[in-house]
């Protein structure tokens, strides 16, 4: 079975079929040449060998002609070799599957970063409102209507309903800040069993600063065996429906890597007359997501895991149009929307620099912005974004669909293999395609955990492990391949099975 066949099969939620010889290195290679992205590589720069085991900097970047530094003896090696000489291998790409932590570097990146130094350096604040000629960024004022712009396909959105600020936990406070409004009746947030932490922290601080106890106003929805069903949400929901002001779940669970029925559970939650919000940190640039369709009511996303612009990059928000409508009271003239905490940055453009502290704001997601952004950090995220623009988060989500599912077909190939009374792994993720993003959750036999990292780490393989015993895989369709999967595979299963 090719590639095209895999991606109709798992997009219509079918298992995939793989031939006799999907084991082997040769048919992973067949895939990869089957591969329509895998041009896109070439548009990052993945760690090497050699450049994993830096421990200073020595003016080398991953993928170019190693340089000389001294040691400070007065000669000279190579970083990461004690010799002088590097190894064969040692410019080699690492098999980085961790993109669902941090992204690899996109070489648009630094062009773009020193667009923006130089730009600053020639006619400092002028770059404010000065768009320069061969530059690949808009003037600062506009940059980050620039990459909400550039970011209304990756989300499923209109432009107007995205803003670019601030990082991804501020954002959600700023959300709620604005659309948790809990009343004696109405206090009660919905939320998972294992949010991220930071998750857990800022709806948990939301209620104390309402005044109100964590342990009444916290729904958590446990799951089983670390699923949570749709049906299962909605049971809750419709529990609680009385007392609930907000239903905050995470897009795709980060630890698992479930991805949740965002458009029927929004639906049947604004039924029953609760505010919905998502946490989009794990979902953002991996599943293809529609939030204007399915009127999600807010949602908040980072930009340094499948978006690749950088570790704490600058973050995302949608409001949907319906909440950033601003319009006239017909009586005073002054304008009516929605509160928020406002700041500079939140006014409309034509009267900004009026200085009057008569707050009128952006229509749209843009009137909940607050401060200035940085141009370093929108620099730094328009050059990742300009990748997203040579291809579509259709073709990105077939692949990523292959992949994960070839993921999956290897690493139940290492349990067969294995005649110990308890599997060395298994799998938590759910296997329903559909209801995952590209990442596995491997739970590993108590015990293994050190030991496959540290194999990991040996064969330069970048992976996310979270104790007590899951390494998260992620195989990110923009730069990883099928072969790399191949090869992941069978340090883990030494690894497992020795």
Same mark, same amino acid.
């Given at each position: 079975m090719g590639f095209t066949d895999l991606v109709d099969r798992l997009r219509a939620g079918a298992s995939p079929k793989f031939p006799a010889n999907a084991?082997?290195?040769?048919?992973?290679?067949?895939?990869?040449?089957?591969?329509?992205?895998?041009?896109?590589?070439?548009q990052f720069i993945l760690p090497t060998k050699a450049s994993l085991r830096k421990v200073a900097l020595d003016g080398t970047i991953p993928g170019t002609p190693a340089k000389q530094a001294s040691n400070g003896n007065g000669t000279s090696h190579l970083n990461g070799t004690t010799n002088g000489a590097a190894s064969e291998d040692d410019s080699t790409p690492s098999i980085y599957f961790c993109g669902n932590s941090l992204g690899v570097q996109p070489k648009a %990146?630094?062009?773009?970063?020193?667009?923006?130094?130089?730009?600053?350096?020639? +006619?400092?604040?002028?770059?404010?409102?000065?768009?320069?000629?061969?530059?690949?960024?808009?003037?600062?004022?506009?940059?980050a209507e620039d990459c909400a712009k550039k970011s209304a396909d990756i989300v499923g959105s209109l432009p107007s309903e995205i803003v670019i600020m601030n990082t991804l936990t501020i954002n959600l406070h700023l959300m709620? $800040?604005?659309?948790?409004?809990?009343?004696?009746?109405?206090? #009660? =947030?919905?939320?998972?069993?294992? /949010?991220?932490?930071?998750?857990?922290?800022?709806?948990?601080?939301? +209620?104390?600063?309402?005044?109100?106890? /964590?342990? #009444?106003?916290?729904?958590? =929805?446990?799951?089983?065996?670390?699923? +949570?069903?749709t049906d299962k949400i909605l049971a809750t929901i419709d529990e609680h429906a009385e007392e609930t002001a907000l239903l905050l779940l995470p897009g795709i669970q980060y630890y698992s890597g479930q991805l949740f029925d965002i458009p029927r559970i929004t639906k049947y939650a604004q039924d029953k007359g609760i505010i919905v919000g998502w946490d989009l940190a794990h979902a953002a640039g991996n599943v293809e997501l529609s939030l204007h369709d399915w009127n999600v009511d807010f949602a908040c996303w980072c930009t340094y895991k499948y978006m690749n612009a950088g570790a704490g990059s600058i973050a995302g928000a949608f409001v949907h149009e319906r909440h950033g409508k601003v319009e006239s009271d017909p009586e005073t003239g002054r304008p009516v929307y929605r509160n928020r905490l406002s700041g500079w940055y939140g006014g409309d453009k034509s009267v900004r620099f009026n200085m009057d502290?008569?707050?009128?704001?952006?229509?749209?997601?843009?009137?909940?912005?607050?401060?200035?952004?940085? $141009? =370093?950090?929108?620099?730094?995220?328009?050059? $990742?974004?300009?990748?997203?623009?040579?291809?579509?988060?259709?073709?990105?989500?077939? #692949?990523?669909l292959v992949l994960t599912a070839y993921a999956e077909y290897l690493l139940d190939e290492i349990v067969a293999s294995d005649s110990s009374a308890e599997p060395p792994f298994r799998v938590i993720t759910p296997?329903? /395609?559909?209801?995952?993003?590209?990442?596995?959750? %491997?739970?590993?036999?108590?015990?293994?955990?050190?030991?496959?990292?540290?194999?990991? %780490?040996?064969?330069? +393989?970048?992976?996310d492990k979270r104790k007590p015993d899951v390494i998260r895989v992620a195989p990110v369709p923009m730069y990883c391949t099928f072969s790399d999967v191949w090869k992941f595979m069978q340090v883990l299963k030494k690894a497992v099975l020795a």
């Open positions: 084991s082997t290195l040769e048919y992973a290679q067949t895939l990869d040449s089957e591969d329509s992205l895998k041009h896109l590589r070439e %990146v630094r062009k773009y970063l020193e667009a923006q130094l130089e730009t600053w350096a020639s +006619i400092g604040v002028g770059g404010h409102f000065s768009n320069m000629e061969n530059s690949p960024l808009v003037c600062w004022q506009d940059m709620m $800040a604005s659309f948790y409004k809990p009343s004696e009746k109405r206090h #009660k =947030i919905i939320l998972e069993w294992k /949010p991220f932490p930071s998750d857990h922290y800022a709806i948990e601080s939301q +209620i104390r600063w309402h005044g109100l106890d /964590p342990s #009444k106003s916290m729904i958590q =929805i446990q799951p089983d065996d670390y699923y +949570i069903s502290n008569n707050f009128l704001p952006t229509v749209g997601a843009g009137g909940f912005q607050c401060s200035n952004p940085s $141009a =370093i950090d929108l620099a730094a995220l328009s050059g $990742a974004l300009s990748v997203f623009n040579m291809t579509s988060m259709n073709s990105l989500r077939s #692949k990523a296997r329903d /395609p559909l209801q995952r993003g590209t990442q596995l959750s %491997v739970l590993l036999r108590a015990g293994l955990l050190e030991k496959v990292a540290d194999a990991l %780490v040996e064969n330069a +393989i970048v992976c």
